[in-house]
């Protein structure tokens, strides 16, 4: 008899156990398809009664409800800001464009030593803020979605000796030696924008590298992507720093000295990342540093 009750309370426990887990494997699969359909924005309440199920969804239904308000809110603030610099950026342009006009007319005038000082002087910081209003436009045409990228095969060679071109005369002027290594191959790019980023890692290149020092432009290809490296021999960035300096108008400590705003590293990293590339930066302090554009083949 006492085998016999030993028995049936050994199936009575596993009937108890088998039917926790499959109320166990049950909750779990809803809270999955909750999940999937939280993540597809296909939510909804399915039960309305006083249980723990219906009342979690219940409570996941207003968290998301509360969570889409926020991001709408988020994204319409964000416009709202891509706007106001948009349209400051397209007012500025014609004035500025005049500011250099009539500068460049003062500067044909015969002028004193002082007077002709503070005009070159004036064209100058004209000429950076004219660069500032143009990469702010830039940037906020990407980030709006307003300009499209067209990205197409074709040879690196060509990206890199134009891109090279536009430093060339910076280089000499600060005795630095600008290398371009022949390459061969090809990727898939749009090549205005791609030469736009190359240009911003040139610039900081040039900008930063002390006299004496050397800059080279090489490639590096790979099975899916083609890197185009611009190393230089500049003081190198600190490793706590490198994780920031691709956000917009971050410079780093041992920069404030130097001419730039900090945008052309944060447009560098959009355009590649609206043509399915990326850019990556590899640096010791006091030995240089290498950044890296990564085009897809």
């Known amino acids: 008899m006492t085998i016999y009750v030993c028995l049936a309370a050994a199936l009575a426990a596993a009937v108890v156990i088998i039917y926790d887990r499959l109320q166990t ?36 239904a207003d968290y998301l409800a509360a969570a889409a308000l926020s991001a709408q809110e988020l994204q319409a603030e964000r416009d709202k800001i891509k706007t106001l610099i948009s349209d400051i950026a397209h007012q500025t342009r014609t004035p500025i464009a005049n500011v250099l006009l009539y500068t460049q007319l003062l500067l044909e005038q015969e002028l004193d ?30 980030e709006s979605g ?37 390459c061969g191959d090809t990727a898939v790019f749009d090549l205005k924008w791609t030469r736009e980023a190359l240009c911003n890692l040139l610039d900081n290149a040039v900008k930063y590298t002390p006299s004496g020092g050397k800059i080279t432009l ?38 404030w000295e130097s001419e730039g705003v900090g945008v052309g590293l944060y447009l560098t990293r959009q355009i590649m990342e609206c043509q399915g590339g990326f850019v990556k930066v590899y640096s010791n302090v006091g030995q240089g540093s290498m950044f890296s554009l990564f085009l897809p083949k």
Do not use: W
């Open 25 to 60: 494997a049950r909750t779990m699969d809803r809270f999955e398809q909750m999940l999937d359909e939280a993540a597809s924005g296909r939510f909804e309440v399915l039960r309305y009664n006083e249980s723990r199920m219906s009342s979690i969804e219940s409570r996941m």
């Open 113 to 142: 030593t002082d007077s002709r000082e503070c005009a070159a002087a004036l064209s100058d910081q004209a000429e950076r803020l004219k660069s500032l209003i143009d990469t702010l436009i830039k940037t906020s045409r990407l």
């Open 146 to 182: 307003t300009l499209d990228l067209h990205p197409r095969q074709g040879e690196l060679a060509p990206l890199l000796t134009s891109a090279a071109a536009q430093f060339t005369h910076a280089a000499a002027e600060k005795g630095l030696s600008l290398t371009v290594l022949p």
């Open 218 to 255: 090489s490639v590096q290809p790979y099975e899916l992507f083609c890197r185009v490296d611009v190393c230089d021999t500049g003081p190198g960035i600190p490793e706590q720093e490198r994780p920031r300096i691709f956000q917009r108008f971050y410079r780093a400590e041992n920069t």
